[in-house]
T-cell receptor, first 116, second 114 residues
Framework: DAMVIQNPRYQVTQFGKPVTLSCSQT?????MYWYQQKSSQAPKLLFH???????NEADTPDNFQSRRPNTSFCFLDIRSPGLGDAAMYLC???????????????FGPGTRLTVT | AQSVTQLDSHVSVSEGTPVLLRCNYS??????LFWYVQHPNKGLQLLLK??????LVKGINGFEAEFKKSETSFHLTKPSAHMSDAAEYFC????????????FGKGTTLSVSS
């Protein structure tokens, strides 16, 4: 089945120790997104890739970076995690529609990051 | 600018009774509207979407939503709640401009009691 896969599902890192979360997709969608979701809150968009074009949200801290080496894979790098970065990180994909709109987003299961 | 307001942060129903989750939107474009569901510690699953076709949209698991332009609403309903429906529900709006990301409501927690 075509899907969005996130690894690992649970990640524990130490304060200040760099960590990378990964996302892969078999949907062949050209748009990929990273969201941060804290407890009892809506997902917050960090950035997205439209093909190879990187689009950073204005309020995303510099501590968060992303890489998309090819269509299928996208990585979230947190350079120096703080306690406030503990959250669920969601990857999503979508594709262009003929009308020029962006179609619905398909979400992975998420990676829950704990910072100790 | 686009925005979405979920009018209830928490809705409680009994199993077998109707569900109504309310959502109002604001959009300067012809909107696409979505409802997503999130079970604890899981990703988001698309329940249904409206993209300017039929105003009454049927989704998975017996849910449906009606787009009412005059009221700028997109309420989610289900005739009979099931225990497995207990989850967080997000109403989402997307613009028609290419590259526009989703705008999420703050979510409604649905509790279902037996």
């Amino acid at each position: 089945d075509a899907m969005v896969i996130q690894n690992p599902r649970y990640q524990v890192t130490q304060f200040g120790k760099p960590v990378t979360l990964s996302c892969s997709q078999t949907l062949n969608h050209n748009v990929m997104y990273w969201y941060q979701q804290k407890s009892s809150q809506a997902p917050k968009l960090l950035f997205h890739y439209y093909d190879k074009d990187f689009n950073n949200e204005a309020d995303t801290p510099d501590n968060f970076q992303s890489r998309r080496p090819n269509t299928s894979f996208c990585f979230l790098d947190i350079r120096s995690p703080g306690l406030g970065d503990a959250a669920m990180y969601l990857c999503a994909t979508s594709r262009d529609l003929v009308s020029g709109e962006i179609g619905e987003q398909y979400f992975g299961p998420g990676t829950r990051l704990t910072v100790t | 600018a686009q925005s979405v307001t979920q009018l209830d942060s928490h809705v409680s129903v009994s199993e077998g009774t109707p569900v109504l989750l309310r959502c109002n939107y604001s959009s300067s474009y012809s909107p696409s509207l979505f409802w997503y569901v999130q079970h604890p510690n899981k990703g988001l699953q698309l329940l249904l979407k409206y993209t300017s076709a039929a105003t009454l949209v049927k989704g998975i698991n017996g849910f449906e939503a009606e787009f009412k332009k005059s009221e700028t609403s997109f309420h989610l309903t289900k005739p009979s709640a099931h225990m497995s429906d207990a989850a967080e529900y997000f109403c989402v709006v997307s613009g028609s401009q290419a590259g526009t990301a989703l705008i999420f409501g703050k979510g409604t927690t649905l509790s279902v009691s037996s």
